[in-house]
């Protein structure tokens, strides 16, 4: 069991019945009265943001859940992903809200985490940062060196980011998945 006292970021806890992560926290003591926690909570099974007032010392379940290293094999034309356990081989395949906004980092063989609830996978988190190749972009014109200058660069995933104007089709570049922007331009 886990109290108010063992917040953290990241940590599962049961919610009535649902399991949550810890997105954010604030632990309060107020000048008068009891000491409260401020969270705000992501539901690991359909993605939903709560934000939630919980008293001091209050007990919580630990949830069932196991994160297993995968790599992404494809994603069919039914939309669903199929991805790998490079240790014995399973398979396992979710649907497009399963995957949510990891979808646009995607590329074969990328190594992931799945985290598999009641042995049910319900979300997939990606590397903090991904290769990804330009697939689409306007050439920059000579001259047009304003500084921080960008254009927008569609990437092989179908991700579109604000990159610096040198950028040209068939680039790699590395893509920070929390945010979603242009880190770097990788050599090859």
């Not at 500084?147 to 990159?163: I, N, Q, Y």
Request: aromatic share 10%; charged share 30%.
């Amino acid at each position: 069991m886990y109290e108010t006292a063992d917040f953290k970021k990241g940590l599962r806890v049961m919610v009535e019945g649902q399991p949550y992560q810890v997105i954010d926290f604030q632990h309060v003591k107020p000048g008068k009265g009891n000491q409260f926690s401020r969270t705000k909570l992501k539901n690991l099974l359909t993605g939903q943001l709560l934000e939630r007032t919980f008293k001091s010392g209050e007990k919580f379940e630990i949830p069932n859940v196991l994160n297993r290293e995968m790599g992404f094999l494809y994603r069919d034309e039914n939309g669903f992903y199929t991805f790998m356990d490079k240790e014995n081989f399973e398979q396992v395949t979710m649907d497009d809200t399963a995957v949510g906004d990891s979808r646009d980092y995607l590329i074969e063989n990328l190594e992931v985490v799945i985290l598999f609830y009641n042995d049910r996978p319900v979300s997939v988190d990606v590397p903090k940062a991904v290769n990804l190749r330009v697939t689409q972009t306007d050439p920059g014109m000579k001259g047009d060196t304003v500084t921080g200058a960008t254009k927008p660069a569609t990437l092989e995933t179908g991700l579109v980011v604000k990159v610096p104007l040198h950028i040209s089709e068939g680039d790699l570049l590395r893509v920070d998945s929390t945010e979603g922007i242009y880190v770097s331009r990788v050599n090859e």
